[in-house]
């Protein structure tokens, strides 16, 4: 009869631990708990104290030591009237429950009602040395009592503290801190859902649910806020657990002032610290503390400067520095603006009867935001106000805004100042030292089609004071280098550029006079990121662009091999010979032929600087309903069937994109098939072709394959037909995987 088989569950399991068995550690032989997982601890060897004072009437003292480590407390016995007394105790606490940045041992004096404070030592985790065994013990020290103030008092405690592993010769003897239940949810029977919320101002994130469903939850988690000096809100974090659908319980809260707090200029981590929950609780209708000591929390926090905090777009930045001052490079020149006028503006609102305009302009560069004084009721405003800005980088841009304002005399206070026009100005794209007087056409994207609303003249000099550095420049990375050690992904830079917005908008309401929150959404184009049809035709016709020299040279290379101007053929036939015959001079022709088309397009160059495109935008081409829904606010507020309409409209174009995409995917995967023996006869054929190919290249001079492979490309008509190519009808009939989607 045959043996049924072992359940599994009852089955003998083979297990990879983590331990060092017979290895070899540097030049240690790990031969002491070598069968186990190594643990490491904290040892606190107390050995005695000397010239303790008394505390007592009778002049001598009740001396113990307290140990504490966060949570953790351990007591050594107390000696009765003994000023000198020696314990000899050691202490271990265990590492994965440390919940302290500093150890104290405190000396005080056993009596009936309370024990009175003797003195104390402290240490810094971190200070804290490592012992491995064999390496001799560590030898004990004396240290000199403090008070709680850090005031030297009389007496003196000999210590020896060290980090170990349960190798250590003092593990078996030594005192264990027990584990200790920090979280203290409610329900007790259910495992808890533990999250961190943090809130910074009007910022507010969280972690995920950890993982670790206990008491003592893990989360590794990165959140990262926008803050602006002074600091003048505290960071707040509550550890809340998720006892139901919509409903959290906070298990402590945690006030954590950021000027204590410390800064990082490099990627190099911060240390770690604890800090201390206090659970909250409403008492009489009033908010009061229930205990003083709800739990602690490992935080590694930081002023981060070596990040570039981008308050608009990154296509059109006018800074790109870091954000500590102390990784600032010198500057490599100077911008000047002059505001000069304003000519042709339109009437924006209407005041007794008749319309009128109270225009000023709005500048930023950089940190820098300059505002002209408004000129009233004027529909040709003149300013003539300059403005001057030190530049660090010449691959940045200057935005240039005019308004109306809405406020004057008074006026509406619930009133927004609307917008005439904006410029923007690449100073990548001035000359050194030239001044540019030009009138830019303010235009403005309307429900109703693109508008010209006026024009400003300005006046823009870039003054360079090193050519080599800002040349140098160049050649130095966009960003500060933190974001390329560690990146940030596109959400965190999306959230951190939405929240420096709205720090950037609230200081500037508060100036004065005030910049309106509209007019710092307009001027650091804060929907930009938003859907638009408008926009995205135009990229694709951008794209079309950039695509059409390929396009051009593919154009003119079929002329070539379909002799269309035989003359130019045959000088091709000869050029290619050349470069198969003298392969040195491969790289020097393409770039030679670039430095031509360079010098040659220097006849066509720009002469003025680059101002808004309405063909390049589509913004006079865009269908009125396209605009509308460019313009509808988010969420939308259209009625349910024009919703209903443009969904389809949406759904129609996102199943072209998702043909093109799948029809890429294919040719892909068929290049995959080649060597995937998902279709064996083709598989066959491709790798004989591959084994013959190899022996045949190996026997003949590559330039002569290259040269016969050119003149077959380059073959007269005369010698094609119209049909598609052997390689090319072997590579269409290989497998996709598209026959395997639902």
Same mark, same amino acid.
């Given at each position: 009869?045959?043996?049924?088989?072992?359940?599994?569950?009852?089955?003998?399991?083979?297990?990879?631990?983590?331990?060092?068995?017979?290895?070899?550690?540097?030049?240690?032989?790990?031969?002491?708990?070598?069968?186990?997982?190594?643990?490491?601890?904290?040892?606190?060897?107390?050995?005695?104290?000397?010239?303790?004072?008394?505390?007592?009437?009778?002049?001598?003292?009740?001396?113990?030591?307290?140990?504490?480590?966060?949570?953790?407390?351990?007591?050594?016995?107390?000696?009765? =009237?003994?000023? #000198? $007394?020696? /314990? %000899?105790?050691?202490?271990? *606490?265990?590492?994965?429950?440390?919940?302290?940045?500093? !150890?104290?041992?405190?000396?005080?004096?056993?009596?009936?009602?309370?024990?009175?404070?003797?003195?104390?030592?402290?240490?810094?985790?971190?200070?804290?040395?490592?012992?491995?065994?064999?390496?001799?013990?560590?030898?004990?020290?004396?240290?000199?009592?403090?008070?709680?103030?850090?005031?030297?008092?009389?007496?003196?405690?000999?210590?020896?503290?060290?980090?170990?592993?349960?190798?250590?010769?003092?593990?078996?003897?030594?005192?264990?801190?027990?584990?200790?239940?920090?979280?203290?949810?409610?329900?007790?029977?259910?495992?808890?859902?533990?999250?961190?919320?943090?809130?910074?101002?009007?910022?507010?994130?969280?972690?995920?649910?950890?993982?670790? =469903?206990?008491? #003592? $939850?893990? /989360? %590794?988690?990165?959140?990262? *806020?926008?803050?602006?000096?002074?600091?003048?809100?505290? !960071?707040?974090?509550?550890?809340?657990?998720?006892?139901?659908?919509?409903?959290?319980?906070?298990?402590?809260?945690?006030?954590?002032?950021?000027?204590?707090?410390?800064?990082?200029?490099?990627?190099?981590?911060?240390?770690?610290?604890?800090?201390?929950?206090?659970?909250?609780?409403?008492?009489?209708?009033?908010?009061?503390?229930?205990?003083?000591?709800?739990?602690?929390?490992?935080?590694?926090?930081?002023?981060?400067?070596?990040?570039?905090?981008?308050?608009?777009?990154?296509?059109?930045?006018?800074?790109?520095?870091?954000?500590?001052?102390?990784?600032?490079?010198?500057?490599?020149?100077?911008?000047?603006?002059?505001?000069?006028?304003?000519?042709?503006?339109?009437?924006?609102?209407?005041?007794?009867?008749?319309?009128?305009?109270?225009?000023?302009?709005?500048?930023?560069?950089?940190?820098?935001?300059?505002?002209?004084?408004?000129?009233?009721?004027?529909?040709?405003?003149?300013?003539?106000?300059?403005?001057?800005?030190?530049?660090?980088?010449?691959?940045?841009?200057?935005?240039?805004?005019?308004?109306?304002?809405?406020?004057?005399?008074?006026?509406?206070?619930?009133?927004?100042?609307?917008?005439?026009?904006?410029?923007?100005?690449?100073?990548?794209?001035?000359?050194?030292?030239?001044?540019?007087?030009?009138?830019?056409?303010?235009?403005?994207?309307?429900?109703?089609?693109?508008?010209?609303?006026?024009?400003?003249?300005?006046?823009?000099?870039?003054?360079?004071?090193?050519?080599?550095?800002?040349?140098?420049?160049?050649?130095?990375?966009?960003?500060?280098?933190?974001?390329?050690?560690?990146?940030?992904?596109?959400?965190?830079?999306?959230?951190?550029?939405?929240?420096?917005?709205?720090?950037?908008?609230?200081?500037?309401?508060?100036?004065?006079?005030?910049?309106?929150?509209?007019?710092?959404?307009?001027?650091?184009?804060?929907?930009?990121?938003?859907?638009?049809?408008?926009?995205?035709?135009?990229?694709?016709?951008?794209?079309?662009?950039?695509?059409?020299?390929?396009?051009?040279?593919?154009?003119?290379?079929?002329?070539?091999?379909?002799?269309?101007?035989?003359?130019?053929?045959?000088?091709?036939?000869?050029?290619?010979?050349?470069?198969?015959?003298?392969?040195?001079?491969?790289?020097?022709?393409?770039?030679?032929?670039?430095?031509?088309?360079?010098?040659?397009?220097?006849?066509?160059?720009?002469?003025?600087?680059?101002?808004?495109?309405?063909?390049?935008?589509?913004?006079?081409?865009?269908?009125?309903?396209?605009?509308?829904?460019?313009?509808?606010?988010?969420?939308?507020?259209?009625?349910?069937?024009?919703?209903?309409?443009?969904?389809?409209?949406?759904?129609?174009?996102?199943?072209?994109?998702?043909?093109?995409?799948?029809?890429?995917?294919?040719?892909?995967?068929?290049?995959?098939?080649?060597?995937?023996?998902?279709?064996?006869?083709?598989?066959?054929?491709?790798?004989?072709?591959?084994?013959?190919?190899?022996?045949?290249?190996?026997?003949?001079?590559?330039?002569?394959?290259?040269?016969?492979?050119?003149?077959?490309?380059?073959?007269?008509?005369?010698?094609?037909?119209?049909?598609?190519?052997?390689?090319?009808?072997?590579?269409?009939?290989?497998?996709?995987?598209?026959?395997?989607?639902?």
């Amino acid at each position: 009869m045959q043996k049924p088989p072992q359940s599994t569950d009852f089955a003998l399991k083979e297990t990879s631990p983590n331990i060092g068995a017979g290895s070899i550690t540097g030049d240690k032989l790990s031969c002491t708990y070598d069968l186990v997982e190594q643990m490491q601890y904290l040892y606190v060897r107390v050995v005695k104290a000397k010239d303790l004072p008394g505390k007592d009437v009778s002049g001598s003292c009740d001396p113990y030591v307290e140990v504490k480590l966060g949570n953790y407390k351990g007591v050594t016995k107390h000696f009765e =009237k003994k000023s #000198n $007394p020696e /314990w %000899n105790q050691v202490f271990a *606490f265990s590492k994965d429950r440390i919940q302290a940045s500093i !150890l104290e041992a405190v000396v005080k004096d056993k009596d009936f009602v309370v024990d009175d404070f003797m003195g104390r030592v402290i240490f810094e985790l971190n200070d804290i040395p490592k012992r491995i065994p064999p390496d001799s013990p560590l030898a004990p020290q004396w240290y000199r009592l403090d008070d709680r103030k850090g005031v030297r008092v009389r007496g003196e405690l000999m210590l020896a503290v060290w980090m170990g592993t349960q190798a250590d010769e003092a593990f078996p003897d030594a005192w264990h801190s027990d584990a200790a239940t920090d979280l203290l949810p409610t329900d007790k029977s259910r495992y808890p859902e533990v999250f961190v919320k943090v809130v910074y101002g009007n910022q507010a994130l969280r972690t995920r649910i950890s993982q670790s =469903k206990s008491i #003592n $939850p893990m /989360w %590794n988690e990165d959140l990262m *806020f926008v803050a602006a000096e002074p600091f003048e809100e505290p !960071l707040f974090l509550t550890v809340e657990d998720r006892v139901g659908s919509g409903k959290d319980e906070v298990l402590g809260k945690c006030v954590i002032a950021l000027q204590n707090v410390q800064r990082r200029l490099d990627h190099k981590p911060v240390n770690t610290r604890w800090f201390n929950l206090e659970k909250h609780a409403i008492v009489d209708g009033e908010q009061k503390k229930e205990i003083k000591f709800a739990s602690r929390i490992h935080l590694r926090v930081c002023l981060d400067g070596g990040y570039h905090v981008l308050d608009e777009s990154t296509h059109y930045s006018s800074d790109l520095r870091p954000t500590a001052k102390q990784l600032w490079k010198p500057s490599i020149g100077i911008l000047e603006l002059g505001v000069i006028s304003a000519v042709g503006l339109m009437p924006m609102k209407a005041k007794d009867s008749r319309g009128t305009t109270d225009a000023y302009c709005v500048a930023k560069y950089g940190q820098k935001w300059v505002r002209t004084r408004t000129i009233v009721d004027s529909f040709t405003p003149k300013w003539n106000e300059q403005y001057t800005w030190e530049v660090f980088d010449p691959c940045t841009v200057i935005s240039i805004g005019v308004f109306d304002n809405g406020h004057i005399h008074g006026g509406d206070k619930g009133g927004k100042d609307s917008r005439i026009g904006k410029v923007r100005i690449r100073l990548s794209t001035l000359e050194a030292d030239r001044v540019y007087t030009h009138s830019y056409p303010l235009l403005v994207l309307h429900p109703s089609g693109v508008k010209k609303m006026g024009e400003i003249q300005l006046a823009v000099r870039f003054t360079c004071s090193s050519l080599v550095n800002m040349l140098h420049m160049y050649s130095h990375p966009l960003l500060p280098k933190m974001h390329y050690i560690h990146p940030l992904s596109v959400i965190q830079l999306d959230s951190l550029r939405h929240q420096a917005m709205q720090i950037v908008s609230m200081r500037l309401n508060r100036a004065e006079p005030p910049l309106r929150k509209e007019v710092v959404e307009y001027m650091l184009d804060v929907d930009s990121h938003m859907w638009s049809m408008r926009r995205s035709k135009a990229n694709f016709f951008r794209i079309m662009g950039v695509l059409s020299g390929v396009i051009a040279v593919g154009k003119w290379l079929d002329q070539i091999c379909n002799w269309k101007n035989p003359l130019t053929t045959i000088l091709i036939h000869v050029l290619f010979i050349i470069l198969v015959l003298y392969p040195e001079l491969i790289l020097p022709t393409i770039f030679l032929y670039l430095f031509l088309i360079g010098i040659w397009n220097f006849r066509w160059r720009r002469r003025h600087p680059p101002h808004m495109d309405t063909r390049l935008s589509h913004a006079d081409a865009a269908h009125p309903d396209e605009r509308d829904e460019e313009f509808d606010t988010f969420p939308t507020s259209r009625p349910s069937d024009i919703v209903r309409m443009r969904y389809d409209r949406l759904r129609s174009i996102a199943g072209r994109v998702q043909t093109v995409v799948g029809d890429m995917a294919t040719q892909g995967e068929r290049f995959q098939s080649l060597l995937s023996w998902r279709d064996p006869r083709a598989t066959t054929l491709f790798v004989t072709f591959c084994l013959i190919a190899a022996i045949v290249l190996y026997v003949t001079p590559f330039q002569v394959v290259s040269l016969l492979t050119g003149i077959y490309v380059l073959r007269h008509p005369r010698f094609r037909h119209k049909l598609p190519s052997a390689p090319l009808n072997f590579f269409r009939r290989l497998p996709a995987r598209s026959d395997s989607m639902l």
